[in-house]
């Protein structure tokens, strides 16, 4: 079994930032991806970023040049530094691993997720 839990979330003011991080645990077969999601309230949970096995980096478009995902193997830890943040990037934000099926490259349905972190950006 796989867990993975995040941290990092926390209220910062517009303009500001802030990095997420994911450790994960258990039995995880190398190479894999992984990926960040977020769900605002009353809104479709959407995928932010994606980290695949191959190391390559896809964002949602809303994100880009924002956001940063990246992985330490060794740590086995997943981060996303989260720069230039916005009121509407006000969401819960959740880790998941081992992406089973993408949507024009980014992670659409992960095998694992996180129990998710609170960020909230005010204006």
């Known amino acids: 079994q796989v867990q993975l839990v995040e941290s990092g979330g926390g209220s910062v003011q517009a303009g500001g930032s802030l990095r997420l991080s994911c450790v994960s645990s258990?039995?995880?077969?190398?190479?894999?991806?992984m990926a960040w999601f977020r769900q605002a309230p009353g809104k479709e949970r959407e995928g932010v970023a994606t980290?695949?096995?191959?190391?390559?980096?896809i964002y949602a478009d809303s994100v880009k040049g924002r956001f940063t995902v990246s992985k330490d193997i060794a740590k086995k830890t997943l981060y996303l530094e989260m720069n230039s943040l916005k009121p509407e990037d006000t969401a819960m934000y959740y880790c998941?691993?081992?992406?089973?099926?993408?949507?024009?490259?980014?992670?659409?349905?992960?095998?694992?997720w996180g129990q998710g972190t609170q960020v909230t950006v005010s204006s």
């Open positions: 980290i695949r096995s191959d190391t390559s980096t």
């Open positions: 998941a691993a081992i992406c089973v099926a993408y949507v024009s490259g980014r992670c659409r349905e992960p095998k694992y």
């Open positions: 258990g039995s995880i077969p190398s190479p894999y991806s």
